[in-house]
């Protein structure tokens, strides 16, 4: 049975979640009044109301040890998260699980009666993800990264985390990094969606996910995110350290004054290298990764991991000791973490480098519109779907793009109605069976040959305005690339310029 005290600040959603599990949940008013019979508690947070728990509880860690002061919900000052009352402690009411024996020495020396009243079992989260990375390819296009960098944010809470000090890096992210190299995630802390609402994280965000940012949710996602991730961007909190412990290249935004010294959070802080506002972030990441050398992190990891194999089984022995049961004798093995169910919103508009074709190869480099690129000293234009919701984005767009597969005959109707719609624009350019079609204000219509129309029919826009701009509008092959990926694209420019022109 599972049951929710709600008079947390941060309860909010937490039997939602539940109720979606299918789990039988009852009201804390019951537990409390005795009128549900238990055998052993199991509490995902040290801060419960134990007077009113009648059996020993198993307090299972929700973060990597004991590493942050919080507030003290019952006066002021701070106490050592993680950590039950002492006087829980002394009368043995509690049992702490730990992922490694340093945590029982530094429990010991800053609360003597957690002596006697802890247990390392390990980390089945660790294992979990460990299993997980035969699906790192899978969790890739899943989220849609496909051969792209994957940046992850993992940011914990309160004022001194990632996004709490720096709430526009995710923006930022997105205006600097061309989108066809590299993808954003960014996982948040479960008290930040509890205590805002999914609705004002999502008007915090709003034009980071217009411009393709991943949003995952609370409570699921992260952990393939990480699998996934070619770099991250941390904090203090936990998934740092499941980073680490993942091998992966890490950035931070700076420490906190909440860190215990010396603790595991605190080392990879202080050996990982600090991201810098006040300089291009591309350069940064792109660096970060280089550098990085493989086992870089493991004398931290070292003081956090311990048994990892053998924490289910651990966890499990414990739990059936403690209800005077005897455990199964077969081992069980960590499950893989399923495939993520994210929510991505698609890029309607792009800022596009505007370059000439070398030998036959046009390289475009793209940025989301949304997040309004800094693009200073470089020459570009604007290529906008028809369904941009911002009306000032397509007012100024140079290419407007469906990509609607159309019959010849619709798409003509298509262009010139999408000319005479926008009038600043200068080439509409939808998707047809045969590859595409473009109409060119003033100079005719364009029908292109090319494989993946869908896909590739706003990079021809620009290779249309790029021909168009150069003056050059013959008959012509050429390739063009956009990050990884290219494609051949033929050119077939009509010599009757019709509606669709004018």
């Known amino acids: 049975m599972f049951t929710v005290n709600g008079t947390s600040a941060f309860s909010d959603g937490v039997e939602d979640v539940l109720r979606q599990a299918g789990v039988r949940l ?4 019951a537990v409390r009044d005795k009128q549900v019979a238990y055998d052993l508690v199991l509490s995902a947070s040290e801060n419960i109301d134990f007077q009113n728990v009648t059996k020993h509880t198993v307090v299972l860690p929700h973060g990597l040890g004991f590493n942050k ?62 299993a997980s990375q035969g699906l790192r390819d899978r969790y890739r296009e899943t989220f849609g990264t496909n051969d792209r960098t994957l940046v992850v944010l993992a940011s914990t809470w309160r004022p001194d985390s990632l996004l709490g000090r720096w709430q526009s890096l995710p ?3 997105l205006a600097e990094l061309p989108a066809d190299l590299y993808q954003v995630v960014v996982a948040l802390h479960p008290n930040v969606w509890s205590y805002y609402g999914r609705a004002q994280i999502s008007w915090w965000f709003s034009s980071a996910l217009d411009a393709g940012l991943l949003l995952l949710p609370p409570d699921s996602g992260w952990q393939a995110a990480l699998v996934a991730a070619d770099q991250v961007i941390a904090d203090h909190g936990s998934l740092g350290l499941f980073a680490a412990a993942l091998d992966k290249p890490i950035l931070h935004a700076g420490s906190s004054a909440e860190i215990v010294a010396g603790t595991p959070p605190a080392e990879l ?42 924490a289910d089984d651990n966890l499990r022995n414990l739990i059936y000791r403690k209800l005077n049961l005897t455990a199964p004798s077969a081992s069980s093995s960590p499950r893989r973490f399923p495939l ?69 005959s619709e798409a003509r109707l298509w262009t010139a109605s999408a000319l005479a719609a926008n009038p600043g624009a200068r080439v509409a350019i939808t998707a047809t069976a045969q590859g595409g079609l473009a109409a060119v204000r003033g100079g005719g219509v364009v029908q292109l040959d090319m494989a993946d129309s869908r896909r590739w029919v706003s990079s021809a826009g620009s290779a249309v305005y790029c021909c168009w701009l150069s003056g050059d509008l013959r008959e012509r092959q050429m390739v063009v690339q956009a990050g990884p990926r290219s494609t051949s694209v033929t050119l077939r420019w009509s010599l009757d310029v019709g509606e669709a022109a004018h």
């Not at 730990?98 to 530094?106: A, D, F, I």
């Open 269 to 310: 802080l202080r050996e990982a290298t600090e991201l810098d506002g006040t300089t291009p972030l591309r350069e940064q990441l792109d660096h970060c990764r280089r550098d990085h050398r493989p086992g870089r992190f493991d004398p931290i990891t070292d003081r956090v991991f311990a048994q990892t194999a053998e």
């Open 26 to 29: 009852v009201p804390w008013q």
């Open 340 to 408: 993520p169910e994210p929510c991505l919103r698609p890029v309607m508009s792009y800022v596009v480098d505007t370059v000439a074709i070398e030998d036959g190869v046009l390289h475009l480099t793209r940025y989301p519109a949304a997040v309004r690129p800094d693009r200073a000293g470089r020459e570009t234009h604007l290529v906008a779907d028809e369904a941009e919701p911002d009306v000032k984005i397509l007012e100024r767009a140079a290419v407007i793009v469906t990509d609607r597969p159309l019959d010849v």
């Open 69 to 130: 002061y919080v507030p003290d919900s019952n006066g002021e000052g701070t106490r050592l998260a993680g950590l039950p009352p002492d006087a829980v402690l002394r009368a043995g009411g509690a049992t702490v699980v730990l992922s490694h024996p340093e945590q029982q020495r530094q429990l010991s020396a800053v609360c003597p009666a957690s002596e006697g009243r802890t247990e390392v079992v390990g980390d089945p989260t660790l294992a979990r993800l460990l």
């Open 171 to 173: 923006s930022r992210l």
